[in-house]
Structures are given as structure tokens and as C-alpha cells.
Nanobody, 124 residues
Framework: QVQLVESGGGLVQAGGSLRLSCAASGQTFGSYAMGWFRQAPGKEREFVAA????????DYANSVKDRFTISRDNAKNTVYLQMNSLKPEDTAVYYC?????????????????WGQGTQVTVSS
């Protein structure tokens, strides 16, 4: 069982930055790939970024590539999402999730555990 708690969301102007954190419980954090997803009102949950258990492999949605960076600190059981050059279309609830596969996959159904989400609002 893995419990995930996100933090770091908020309101920011377009062009600004935010750093999301996701703290995980349990001693098996390093055995899970981790992903970030987001869901805007009236839209489906979409993939944002993923990182392998070791942190050596990352994957990004095209819409956030070169603006967002996913990282993890296995000693702290935490995964991060650094978001730069934010745009109004990045507004959504952001969720972190744990994937038991070695490489983080890009579809929500692959993930076993989810956090409660944190709101990110980007004003124009």
C-alpha cells in the first residue's frame, strides 16, 4: 500500500513557476515509477510526466516538454514537478500516481495509487 500526498499548488500568473511535491508513505517507494497527471474541468485526466523508479528515465507530454521537469528523491520518498513558463492552459488539478512497472507509463489505468490532487491555476 502506498499513500501519496501532493502539495505546492496555487495561483500564479502566466510565465511564472511552481514546484509541486508528492510525498509517499511506505518503504517500497523506489520500486515504483511515478507519474504526474492533470485534469481540467470538463476534460479527461491527461498524462504530464513520468519518472522511473531509479530516476534515470523520464517521459513528458509534448505540451509540457521543455517547460516542466520531473525528479525524485528516493531518500525522502518524494517526487517533484518543477513547472516553468506556465500558461493558462496548464490550469488543472494535478495528481501524482505510483506505477508498479519499471518505467512510468502514460495512461492512468496503469497506476495503482493516486494522491488527492492539488489545484494549479494560471492567470493570463
Amino acid at each position: 500500500q502506498v499513500q501519496l500526498v501532493e502539495s505546492g499548488g496555487g495561483l500564479v500568473q502566466a510565465g511564472g513557476s511552481l514546484r509541486l511535491s508528492c510525498a509517499a508513505s511506505g518503504q517500497t517507494f523506489g520500486s515504483y515509477a511515478m507519474g504526474w497527471f492533470r485534469q481540467a474541468p470538463g476534460k479527461e485526466r491527461e498524462f504530464v510526466a513520468a519518472i522511473s523508479g531509479s530516476g534515470g528515465r523520464t517521459d513528458y507530454a509534448n505540451s509540457v516538454k521543455d517547460r516542466f521537469t520531473i525528479s525524485r528523491d528516493n531518500a525522502k520518498n518524494t517526487v517533484y514537478l518543477q513547472m516553468n513558463s506556465l500558461k493558462p492552459e496548464d490550469t488543472a488539478v494535478y495528481y501524482c500516481a505510483a506505477d508498479p512497472s519499471p518505467k512510468g507509463r502514460t495512461w492512468p489505468g496503469a497506476y495503482d495509487y493516486w494522491g488527492q490532487g492539488t489545484q494549479v491555476t494560471v492567470s493570463s
